[in-house]
T-cell receptor, first 114, second 109 residues
Framework: GAVVSQHPSWVICKSGTSVKIECRSLDFQATTMFWYRQFPKQSLMLMATSNEGSKATYEQGVEKDKFLINHASLTLSTLTVTSAHPEDSSFYIC??????????FGQGTRLTVV | KQEVTQIPAALSVPEGENLVLNCSFTDSAIYNLQWFRQDPGKGLTSLLLIQSSQREQTSGRLNASLDKSSGRSTLYIAASQPGDSATYLCAVDNNDMRFGAGTRLTVKP
């Protein structure tokens, strides 16, 4: 299957700082990318959907000014957690697909805010 | 908004048993449905993808079925092994992918 690379795999940051997570499609054009968040012992919750060159569509309850998503090219989307706080500590996973084909998932990023 | 439900939430079986995990969804206008496995603290491993035009897919001891009209899918695991212990997630794709809460499976030796 196609490969989606997510970086970093884990990050620890201080409260109040910002963290950027990258999601790259390595061998296909990701016209759509999805960002998910997973708290311990819970399922993946969709945060936002982004189409290349357009503003992301955020799910209800997800603050767009706190979770900045940039899908500027067909191979890269970034999620920036701004002014991170301990409650933002979570497992973040991206997925990408071309058109309406199968979506492929990154390896995930474990964020710990101290 | 698509709602995805998985039953049971947890399941514990002795090694060798055949078992069925269930997934239901509210909006039948889907592109595809996918089953994943997630080990503790890890990412997702894709198991089976069923396109909306298909009724089932098989891979080794795994068989997934899809009944789009009734909004249901099942994942059948034959001859379960301790290595199958994990959380199994169902994801439904109709323009965005939404996950069920998962079934936490424990297979006892």
């Amino acid at each position: 299957g196609a490969v989606v690379s997510q970086h970093p795999s884990w990050v620890i940051c201080k409260s109040g700082t910002s963290v950027k997570i990258e999601c790259r499609s390595l061998d296909f054009q990701a016209t759509t990318m999805f960002w998910y968040r997973q708290f311990p012992k819970q399922s993946l919750m969709l945060m936002a959907t982004s189409n290349e060159g357009s503003k992301a569509t955020y799910e209800q309850g997800v603050e767009k000014d706190k979770f900045l998503i940039n899908h500027a090219s067909l191979t890269l989307s970034t999620l920036t957690v701004t002014s991170a706080h301990p409650e933002d500590s979570s497992f973040y996973i991206c997925s990408a697909r071309e058109g309406n084909t199968e979506a492929f998932f990154g390896q995930g990023t474990r964020l710990t805010v101290v | 908004k698509q709602e995805v439900t998985q039953i049971p939430a947890a399941l514990s079986v002795p090694e060798g048993e055949n078992l069925v995990l269930n997934c239901s969804f509210t909006d039948s206008a889907i592109y595809n449905l996918q089953w994943f496995r997630q080990d503790p603290g890890k990412g997702l491993t894709s198991l089976l993808l069923i396109q909306s035009s298909q009724r089932e897919q098989t891979s080794g001891r795994l068989n997934a079925s899809l009944d789009k009209s009734s909004g249901r899918s099942t994942l059948y695991i034959a001859a379960s092994q301790p290595g199958d212990s994990a959380t199994y997630l169902c994801a439904v794709d109709n323009n965005d992918m939404r996950f069920g809460a998962g079934t936490r499976l424990t297979v006892k030796p």
